[in-house]
């Protein structure tokens, strides 16, 4: 989950954009635009309300704010 995120993605992603700008810099001659999103993340963590009875709209709600916080850091 966010720990992921957290101990492996947050160094690895923008290492990847930028061997990804390099290699478009050296092909095609220009850089990756700025509004472009090749790499989106989805969570189920707090929305997995497929029947599981733990999962209320008050867990939700905790999960939410809780990656809200995270993604502020």
Do not use: C, H, M
Request: charged share 20%; no cysteine; glycine share 6%.
């Amino acid at each position: 989950g966010i720990a992921i995120l957290e101990s492996v993605l947050w160094d690895a992603v923008p290492a990847y954009l930028r061997k990804l700008d390099a290699q478009l810099r050296f092909s095609l001659g220009s850089r990756l635009p700025v509004d472009v999103v090749p790499i989106k993340f989805a969570s189920w963590i707090g929305g997995d309300r497929d029947g599981n009875p733990n999962v209320t709209p008050i867990v939700t709600l905790e999960v939410v704010n809780q990656q809200r916080l995270r993604a502020a850091r």
